[in-house]
């Protein structure tokens, strides 16, 4: 479902973008003891790895070890800002508790998530137009102004494009 809502219908597999989706679990859920597990899909088959650029991460919260990815756990489960590794976390927790607003942390990072899934799908929207206007480059069969018009590009970006591609 999230590549279906960023690429458009009909459009070559190679143009999916990469995805992460990142469970952050409260205990060892593979049991392996291990604070990150990395998923990727392969054909059973053959072994190989299917890259649809599709990746599921789970985070094991148990492990706040002296990593980056463990002190970030530990502040997570930390409930004074003060003894935070992360300023970004002890920032948001100090205003929230300032503001002694239950709801604010939540409220807080979800303005965050919000505003970093925007960017990512902008992102991703961009790819998706270049894409389509290099594939229209291939064809040969249309003009620069048509180019940019279909993949809602500038007439200047679809330019560099055929510059890129001869270059």
């Not at 809502?5 to 459009?11: F, L, M, R």
């Not at 205990?27 to 599921?56: M, P, Q, W």
């Not at 789970?58 to 590794?85: A, H, W």
Request: overall charge negative; hydrophobic content about 35%.
């Amino acid at each position: 479902m999230i590549d279906a809502n960023v690429v458009e219908k009909g459009a070559e597999f190679k143009g999916l973008p990469e995805t992460y989706v990142i469970f952050i679990t409260e205990n060892d859920i593979l049991g392996k003891g291990l604070s990150l597990y990395t998923v990727n899909r392969t054909i059973a088959e053959t072994n190989e790895i299917f890259d649809d650029k599709s990746h599921i991460i789970y985070v094991n919260s148990q492990i706040t070890d002296d990593t980056t990815l463990g002190r970030l756990m530990s502040d997570f489960k930390c409930k004074n800002p003060d003894e935070m590794n992360y300023d970004v976390l002890s920032d948001i927790t100090k205003i929230t508790k300032e503001r002694e607003d239950e709801k604010g942390m939540c409220k807080i990072i979800d303005d965050i998530v919000q505003r970093e899934c925007k960017e990512v799908e902008k992102k991703a929207e961009k790819k998706a137009r270049i894409d389509t206007a290099f594939r229209m480059i291939e064809k040969g069969k249309y003009s620069v102004e048509e180019i940019a018009e279909m993949s809602n590009l500038s007439v200047s970006e679809v330019e560099e494009l055929i510059k890129k591609r001869s270059a």
